[in-house]
């Protein structure tokens, strides 16, 4: 499709979603959307529009309970023209990050809002600020967002905040200002606010950027009863990790990854009650520090 989006747009007061991403809408989103149903599910990533995003569909912003308009407000709908997303917008995930200027680029996509790609520019997951770069802070909220940390409890809501030094994030213990442990037994991963499980589609497990934490000695999460998914492969890269429990998880599945071998510090390790198959790697007997498996 192509053309504009025309001003009689604003007269759909009971629409409750637009999809019309990826096609070759231009100009600007007329005003008049600003009578619109405030909430609606809105979609109009990777065309060739320019402006701004009517503030009605921005959440309220930092004043939003919503975490996803919280941090990016209008950035949550369509990505600001220089900037880019594979999903054209940010998400509860990765902001969007600036497009680097190349000498030949399209002029004319400068201006564009809800870009998918920019030439030359790498995305990477879990980069919050769009500096390329995911940092300790950055891998702890991308664990927070992916285990539907809003329901974790309230003493963990500073999780949310990337305000909020890592150090001083309960759960965390720091070593000369780097993550060195985590404690989250504490934490009602993967829940629905009430204790029970939290939708199946939300909990996405122990994200492989977990491996950012290059210091982290002690992770503690057994008990997680609604805790899904694998354990990451890139759990390898911890080469400092002592101390590994995350026992009594009976939703996390998969093979046990062979990388766990590289853990040559570890002196405990349990796995148990989990629901992991397939066989014990090879690699894990040659863990020769470990006290107690």
């Known amino acids: 499709l192509t053309g504009t989006i025309s ?9 409750e979603r637009l999809d019309a991403q990826s096609n070759r809408f231009q100009g600007s989103l007329p005003q008049e959307m600003n009578r619109m149903y ?10 060739l529009l320019t402006g701004t995003v009517p503030k009605i569909f921005c959440g309220g912003g930092a004043m939003s309970v919503n975490m ?4 990016f407000g209008c950035d949550a709908i369509l990505c600001p023209a220089g900037t880019f997303h594979p999903n054209g917008a940010a998400s509860l995930f990765a902001g969007c990050r600036p497009c680097a200027v190349r000498k030949g680029d399209d002029a004319s996509l400068i201006k564009v809002l809800g870009r998918t790609s920019c030439n030359g520019t790498h995305f990477v997951h ?17 664990l927070y967002a992916y285990t539907i940390g809003r329901n974790w409890g309230p003493q963990f809501d500073s999780w949310a905040d990337l305000s909020v030094d890592q150090c001083d994030l309960a759960g965390v213990t720091c070593v000369d200002g780097s993550v060195a442990k985590i404690d989250l037994t ?14 199946v589609h939300e909990c996405k497990g122990i994200p492989a950027e977990i491996s950012r934490l290059s210091n982290l000695e002690i992770l503690v999460m057994n008990r997680r009863q609604f805790l899904r998914g694998s354990l990451p ?13 995350i026992s009594s998880c009976p939703l996390l599945t998969g093979q ?24 014990v790697p090879e690699e894990l007997y040659r863990l020769t520090r470990v006290e107690k498996l």
């Open 7 to 15: 001003s009689y747009i604003g007269k759909m007061t009971k629409l």
């Open 38 to 47: 405030p909430d609606v599910q809105l979609n109009l990533t990777n065309n």
């Open 68 to 71: 996803l308009y919280r941090q």
């Open 126 to 142: 879990g980069d919050l600020n769009g500096d390329g770069i995911l940092s300790e802070r950055e891998a702890l909220r991308l």
């Open 186 to 199: 504490d934490a009602a991963m993967c829940t629905n606010g009430d204790r029970k499980a939290g939708p």
């Open 233 to 245: 492969s890139e759990i390898g890269a911890l080469t400092k990790m002592k101390y590994l429990d």
């Open 256 to 279: 046990l990854p062979s990388e766990l071998g590289r853990l040559t510090s570890l002196r405990y390790l349990n796995i148990g009650g989990c629901s992991f198959n397939g066989t």
